[in-house]
């Protein structure tokens, strides 16, 4: 099957892994679309784990308040460059993070990184970070967080 210019732009815009990395999988999986998806995946894990000791020097800090006003979040999440730090998908991430400490009030990063994803339990906040990390082709990191409550 041929490798085109929409089959890898389609890819990219559906997970936002790098260029190279959505072409090797598309290579690898012989020009499937889907079986290109699970070896960005298995591609990204491998990725996430070889970029852990690298430093984030750019982030957002993401501010949510929930609905009523009653609770309120900063939260720092922190990546390699301010090219994934301004990207669409890097915020919606921020903000998915930012709500979940809103409703499950973590004491910690550690306690946040274990705790199940609200939005979907089979999922820690670890494995989302470590997946959105793979996606981007950097390290991501939550840094910091306050959680303020009436």
Do not use: C
């Not at 012989?30 to 998806?37: I, S």
């Amino acid at each position: 099957m041929e490798i085109n210019a929409a089959t890898i732009k389609e890819l990219r815009d559906a997970t936002g892994a790098s260029i190279m990395m959505i072409k090797r999988a598309l290579t690898e999986a012989n020009g499937d679309w889907k079986r290109a998806l699970e070896v960005l995946k298995s591609l990204g894990e491998v990725t996430a784990d070889k970029k852990g000791s690298r430093e984030t020097h750019a982030g957002r800090v993401e501010a949510y308040v929930h609905t009523g006003a009653r609770v309120g979040v900063l939260l720092e999440l922190r990546s390699e460059t301010d090219f994934v730090s301004r990207n669409e998908q890097f915020g919606k991430l921020a903000h998915d993070i930012a709500m979940h400490i809103a409703a499950m009030a973590p004491e910690s990063v550690e306690v946040l990184l274990e705790q199940p994803y609200i939005k979907d339990e089979t999922k820690t906040i670890a494995s989302l970070v470590k997946a959105a990390s793979a996606n981007f082709g950097e390290r991501l990191e939550i840094k910091r967080f306050a959680r303020y409550e009436l």
